[in-house]
């Protein structure tokens, strides 16, 4: 399997893959350079995942990587969680949130229910990135990742700071209070709740470099960086 590292320097931090006659996935886009033997194709998705493109934010094509020699990922002021996939598992991601992953690991689409999509303002479909096989992926994240187990309970986020969540877990978007009059004088936003058995992976706290470049493009009405 490929070799994942986390590089570091000036408060910036990128992925460095190392392949010994092995192959990588990237996120589209992704690459800042890379030395060795090495070949870049991208595998065509299927009829389904093209048609489930034209409602998602997630891009369809990943570049794949294969050879041996040293890819080198784009940086960024947040930073990168390394993801062990086991066999018999299924993760599901939070948009944006794949980087890159080993050629074992299978890539597919998860589709949130109708109710959860409308209610979490993504239309009436909202499609992420799913994940099987076994092997190592790269998750961009905006901060620590912290690892919750589930055992029948539930956790309540104000906001998507999951970052990922294994199949058995079941996702809803609901008002945190009983009632209207409650969760208009609380304040808080609708609830992402977790319900099921299974690993949250969770983001509570931002990198302050990148909360505060976020920060600034929302004043100037740009679009805020992921």
Not at 108 to 118: A, F, G, K
Request: hydrophobic content about 40%.
């Amino acid at each position: 399997m490929a070799t994942f590292e986390v590089e570091e320097t000036e408060g910036m931090r990128w992925v460095k893959v190392v392949l010994d006659d092995d192959d990588v996935r990237t996120q589209r886009g992704a690459l800042n350079h890379m030395t060795g033997a090495l070949a870049m194709d991208v595998p065509l998705p299927t009829l389904r995942s093209w048609w489930v493109s034209l409602f998602s934010d997630e891009s369809i094509l990943r570049p794949r990587y294969s050879g041996t020699g040293t890819v080198r990922l784009d940086a960024s002021l947040g930073g990168y969680h390394r993801l062990e996939v086991k066999p018999g598992e299924r993760w599901i991601l939070e948009t944006h949130c794949f980087w890159a992953s080993d050629g074992e690991v299978l890539l597919s689409v998860h589709r949130e229910r109708m109710l959860t999509s409308l209610w979490a303002g993504e239309g009436f479909f909202w499609y992420k990135t799913a994940l099987k096989g076994e092997g190592q992926v790269m998750l961009r994240v905006d901060g620590p990742v912290e690892e919750r187990q589930l055992r029948g309970d539930r956790l309540v986020v104000d906001g998507r700071y999951v970052v990922a969540r294994t199949s058995g877990i079941r996702l809803s978007v609901r008002r945190p209070t009983k009632s209207f009059l409650a969760y208009w004088l609380s304040g808080q936003r609708a609830a992402y709740v977790y319900e099921g058995t299974g690993t949250i992976l969770l983001v509570p706290v931002p990198y302050w470099r990148l909360r505060m470049q976020q920060e600034k493009a929302a004043e100037q009405g740009r679009p805020a960086p992921v």
